[in-house]
């Protein structure tokens, strides 16, 4: 398997853990799931290539963080009948804040690595 085709998978089995967060509460409209999307997908590829793939090791921590998103994204929805761009934005910054923090307390490599920027 291809290290992008690696990471549709493992892309999958985390927004399993983002819709199973959200369950039927609201729905995603389709630019907030296709940002999601295209921000993890740079994020996990760069990080696959940088250290490799660890997805049998990270994955029931990933896919919490996944669920720990989908719940940060209702809470941003508030009222709204859908999670939009704005919300899953508000999300992910809560997320990844947190994932920073952790990445420096377990002195992980490669902090000061730009955001996750589109990748052709």
Known sequence: MTPSQQIDYILNDCF?????????????????LEWWRTRYRVAFLNAMVRKGNSW????DRVTAVGRFLGQRALCHAGDKPAIDLDCARKASADIEGGCHMNAIRDGVEGLSAPKPTLVS
Not at 56 to 59: A, I, P
């Open 56 to 59: 049998e090791l990270d994955r």
């Open 16 to 32: 399993l853990a983002v819709g199973q967060a959200i369950g039927t509460a609201r729905s995603v409209d389709f630019e907030a």
